[in-house]
């Protein structure tokens, strides 16, 4: 498996609070996403990175934020959670996209809970 | 928005028996990819198909990417209880950077 770690890998949380899931990768890849995974939609694009500070958003970007300060590091933040953000969260990294072919490495998931 | 359309939702089987899961593209698409992904755990990368009517074959898998690059399929033969899990097909779209999921075909066995 490819140096991909996300923290947590479970929370639980109330409404309204804040929450930041962080992906760490070591394999020196440009490209990092941030997708949510729900049953009957499957994996949906949050935002993701093509470079440190250069992010983007995705299908389903309300209600989040993300951040990258160091190639290594991509965080995606809830700034008030709320139910519907109950989901499992993963972590991908590519080495390009557009005009690379190359396939994408998961991380092995956050499951957060929002009560 | 651009969607990948990815069919059947659930597909049970007898063990020993053929499976196919389907893809379709409303757009043309510059690539697919397939990916699979256990219960429990997370999508892990099977394949990519580039050209045109391209076929690959891995074991008992075969891959094909349409004429038209907009539908693609996943096809198993004589599956076996390894091969429970969600099958995903994710299309990258002509100038965009990231890929387009479809919702998966969860692949049920029964001994």
């Known amino acids: 498996d490819a140096g991909i770690t996300q923290s947590p890998r479970h929370k639980v949380t109330e409404t309204g609070t804040p929450v930041t899931l962080r992906c760490h990768q070591t394999?020196?890849?440009?490209?990092m996403y941030w997708y949510r995974q729900d049953p009957g939609h499957g994996l949906r694009l949050i935002h993701y990175?093509?470079?440190?500070?250069?992010?983007d958003k995705g299908e389903v970007s309300d209600g989040y934020s993300v951040s990258r300060s160091k190639t290594e590091d991509f965080l995606l933040t809830l700034e008030s959670a709320t139910s519907s953000q109950t989901s499992v969260y993963f972590c991908?990294?590519?080495?390009?996209?557009?005009?690379?072919?190359?396939?994408?490495?998961f991380g092995p998931g956050t499951r957060l809970t929002v009560l | 928005g651009q969607q990948v359309m990815q069919i059947p939702q659930y597909q049970h089987v007898q063990e020993g028996e053929d499976f196919t899961t389907y893809c379709n593209s409303s757009?043309?698409?510059?690539?697919i990819q397939w990916y699979k992904q256990r219960p429990g755990g997370h999508p892990v990368f099977l394949i990519q198909?580039?050209?045109?009517?391209e076929v690959k074959k891995q074991k008992r898998l075969t891959f094909q990417f349409g004429e038209a690059k907009k539908n693609s399929s996943l096809h198993i033969t004589a599956t076996q209880t390894t091969d429970v899990g969600t099958y995903f097909c994710a299309g990258r779209l002509i100038g965009a950077d990231g890929l387009t999921f479809g919702k998966g075909t969860h692949l049920i066995i029964q001994p």
């Open positions: 394999e020196n890849h440009r490209y």
């Open positions: 991908a990294i590519s080495e390009s996209a557009g005009g690379g072919y190359n396939e994408q490495f």
């Open positions: 198909l580039v050209k045109s009517g």
């Open positions: 990175s093509y470079g440190v500070k250069d992010t």
């Open positions: 757009t043309t698409l510059s690539n």
